[in-house]
């Protein structure tokens, strides 16, 4: 079994947390063979392949077919090397996790729209006006810019913060999601794990001050689901297994859904302390069985 992990430089992640250096360290446990790679390292040549690293260290040209399953982890932002990237993996027959595909079509706050029965009150536009008018009808909310992650750009306002609007906006000109403000962000922000259409666990991210909710600035405590939260799941699973999409991370503050995070998706080391559990083991296992 040969694996291809495409993720950030790994001199620059934090070694006792990060998710993907948690599944790669217990992929090679089990006896796979698990190069390494970002990705400015794929290119194409007759045929889709990839400067690799081994775990050894050494460098090697190898085609992505050599490779049994593909793991996509580049972190966000989506930009325009991310998307060529995904172009370039959608060229190969090894399963990629999660789906070129469905990385390309589907943006990680837009993601949950066909779900908005289950979402707060949001409203995706460009309008200054239009924003302004959604927030006076409810009270003020929270601007997200479309490519934001880990909370970065999230920021409360009221109807009456135009320049904050007009920034976020580009003067009315990039569309931005707005969301009802929902003061059970302080209780905290639950980061929900998938794996296909398959719950396998949960934290709860209590900001340590202020609304952002992440692991980087908040408490990991442990959590359940709600009768609420499992309906969700039973509708967004099969949803998200039909994509392709057999990673990911839904985000819910009480009770309602407001992300889907799919491009690199995290919280499995803490959710894993916190519940006596390796969830690497259950990941790596689960992609095991989606190559056989």
């Given at each position: 079994m040969k694996w291809l992990v495409v993720l950030d430089p790994i001199e620059g992640l934090i070694s006792r947390t990060d998710t993907s250096l948690a599944v790669i360290s217990k992929a090679r446990e089990k006896g796979i063979s698990v190069d390494t790679a970002a990705i400015e390292n794929l290119f194409f040549e007759t045929f889709a392949a990839v400067i690799a690293t081994n775990e050894e260290g050494k460098r090697n040209i190898v085609p992505l077919d050599d490779y049994d399953l593909i793991f996509m982890r580049k972190e966000p932002p989506y930009d325009l090397a991310f998307h060529y990237a995904t172009q370039l993996l959608s060229l190969t027959k090894a399963c990629v996790v999660n789906s070129p595909s469905s990385l390309r079509d589907f943006n990680e706050k837009l993601i949950a729209l066909p779900f908005v029965d289950y979402m707060p009150p949001t409203l995706v536009s460009s309008d200054v006006a239009v924003i302004e008018d959604f927030l006076k009808r409810q009270g003020g909310g929270v601007i997200k810019s479309l490519d934001s992650f880990q909370g970065k750009s999230v920021q409360k306002i009221e109807a009456?913060?135009?320049?904050?609007?007009?920034?976020?906006?580009?003067?009315?000109?990039?569309?931005?999601?707005?969301?009802?403000?929902?003061?059970?962000?302080?209780?905290?922000?639950?980061?929900?794990?998938?794996?296909?259409?398959?719950?396998?666990?949960?934290?709860?991210?209590?900001?340590?001050?202020?609304?952002?909710?992440?692991?980087?600035?908040?408490?990991?405590?442990?959590?359940?689901?709600?009768?609420?939260?499992?309906?969700i799941l039973a509708r967004v699973g099969p949803w998200m297994v039909e994509h392709?999409?057999?990673?990911?991370?839904?985000?819910?503050?009480?009770?309602?859904?407001?992300?889907?995070?799919?491009?690199?998706p995290t919280g499995i080391v803490q959710i894993s302390e916190l519940e006596g559990r390796l969830l690497s083991e259950e990941i790596v296992d689960y992609f095991n069985r989606l190559v056989h």
């Open positions: 009456s913060d135009r320049s904050i609007i007009a920034e976020l906006t580009g003067e009315g000109h990039r569309p931005v999601m707005v969301q009802k403000f929902l003061d059970a962000v302080y209780d905290g922000d639950k980061r929900v794990i998938m794996l296909g259409d398959r719950f396998i666990g949960a934290s709860l991210r209590r900001p340590k001050q202020g609304y952002h909710a992440n692991f980087a600035n908040s408490e990991a405590l442990r959590t359940e689901l709600s009768e609420r939260e499992k309906e392709g999409i057999h990673f990911s991370g839904l985000d819910f503050i009480g009770g309602y859904l407001t992300e889907i995070n799919i491009t690199c």
